[in-house]
């Protein structure tokens, strides 16, 4: 099947990591988001051994947060001996709650507050990644005044456009994500780093996109922030030990998208860095990179009971779940590929072309067009394969719709990792 962690047993049901997602769907209800925990390590693992064997020990994966959050996951990562990036207060609280190493953990995003940056040096969070100039002045300020030096990395845009889906490409110079080094304003803003008080510029990071499925988009990203790193070498006197790449290898979602080793392609990269590391004359950086969807995507899918299927004759054919837009929005965002199947009738023929909707009253709420499924009806379990990333994390309360809950398998076994929202919790700030 699309991933080797999942089968069809003999009842003709799809199975995840062994466990019958039928079984798992009459166990915790639906709409249901199932995580395979050994997939998870798995490729946690890959990362972690890749990096440290072709690009130096020191050099390593940080997990995306915002792909996924949630205390286990955290626990989970932690044990792996990963590291993680964080985008918001809210992620740093929950990865702080799960007790997770902070030190090993860097802080993202474009606008952070006074509170947030206070927040985060008084919990121990290890790295800054600073995007512009008055959140450098803010970083400064709070840590001088806690008696501190924080370790920063200033985010740049190299002015890449890898050939990916516009709104999820993020390294080119009209971003809204860090600062230009094509403008001259890097150099600049490096300047200026340099001479606050109170930061370490541990180095530079650059975020190119997301789904890139061949290293030569970061190789060429890598090429422009070596050189910049070089520049800064001659012109300042001050070499930076580190590179952080951003994130993250593609996933594969539908049968059409390639297949992709991530070992050969960190290997592949890794060899392209220590080349232009010799011809420019530098140290060969510590490298970073920020896996999110490559590290739990395909340890995930999502069951659903299909309510109805409707013809409209001459037309189109629905297929109505009882989840939707508000636990899984990238079709509604990005009309994002999905592999669909009938969790109860995994093996059967296709027979009907169905568009997949969610229950909400808003007519884009839809999880896919033109599936292939075999005769759906009331009752059948519907699995929405691949999506253990930016689902749970993206998920909202739209139509007042409780979240679903999130169950790990593991072993032959299931655990709730996250339980299922309540009517209760809807009304839980309501005045
Ligand atoms: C979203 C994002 C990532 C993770 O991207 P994936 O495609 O999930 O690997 C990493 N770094 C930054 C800065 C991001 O914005």
Excluded: W
Excluded at 289 to 303: C, W
Aim: with cysteine.
């Amino acid at each position: 099947m699309l991933h080797e962690n999942l089968s069809i047993n003999e009842k003709n049901h799809l199975e995840i990591a062994g466990v019958d997602t039928v079984s798992l769907a009459e166990k915790y209800g639906t709409p249901l988001y199932v995580m395979d925990e050994e997939r998870i390590r798995h490729n946690a693992r890959v990362y972690i051994n890749a990096m440290k064997k072709y690009m130096g020990e020191i050099s390593r994966p940080l997990f995306a947060s915002k792909a996924c959050c949630f205390k286990r996951l955290y626990s989970i990562i932690a044990e792996e001996g990963m590291a993680t990036d964080l985008v918001s207060p809210g992620e740093l609280y929950t990865a702080k709650m799960a007790g997770f190493p902070l030190e090993n953990s860097y802080f993202h995003g474009n606008n952070k507050t006074d509170a947030d940056i206070e927040f985060a040096i008084d919990s121990g969070v290890g790295h800054f990644i600073a995007d512009n100039r008055e959140e450098l002045d803010a970083i400064s300020r709070i840590a001088g005044e806690k008696g501190i030096c924080q370790k920063v990395i200033l985010r740049l845009t190299p002015g890449i456009d890898p050939h990916t889906q516009a709104k999820i490409s993020t390294g080119k110079v009209d971003s809204k994500f860090g600062t230009a080094i094509e403008t001259g304003q890097a150099m600049e803003i490096v300047k200026y780093t340099l001479s606050l008080a109170n930061i370490e510029l541990e180095g530079f990071h650059c975020h190119i996109g997301s789904q890139i499925f061949e290293y030569e988009s970061f190789s060429d990203a890598a090429e422009i922030m070596l050189r910049f790193i070089k520049a800064v070498k001659d012109e300042c006197g001050y070499e930076v030990p580190v590179l952080n790449l951003g994130g993250g290898f593609g996933v594969r979602y539908v049968e059409s998208d390639p297949q992709i080793d991530y070992e050969a392609n960190i290997k592949g990269l890794a060899g392209e860095i220590k080349k232009m590391c010799a011809e420019l004359g530098i140290n060969q950086p510590c490298i970073l990179m920020e896996p999110g969807r490559s590290i739990v995507a395909d340890s995930g899918l999502t069951l659903y009971t299909v309510g109805s299927v409707k013809t409209i004759t001459g037309y189109k054919s629905y297929v109505s779940i009882d989840g939707g837009m508000p636990d899984n929005p990238r079709y509604a965002l990005y009309e994002s590929d999905y592999s669909v199947l009938l969790a109860n009738k995994a093996a059967d023929k296709a027979e009907i072309t169905a568009t997949v909707a969610g229950r909400c009253c808003e007519s884009g709420d839809l999880i896919q067009e033109d599936v292939k499924l075999p005769k759906a009806q009331r009752g059948d379990t519907m699995a929405v394969l691949v999506t253990g990333a930016y689902n749970y994390s993206m998920a909202s309360n739209y139509n007042r719709l409780p979240r679903p809950a999130v169950v790990m398998v593991k072993d032959g076994e299931s655990y709730v990792a996250v339980r299922r929202e309540t009517y209760e919790d809807l009304c839980r700030n309501d005045m």
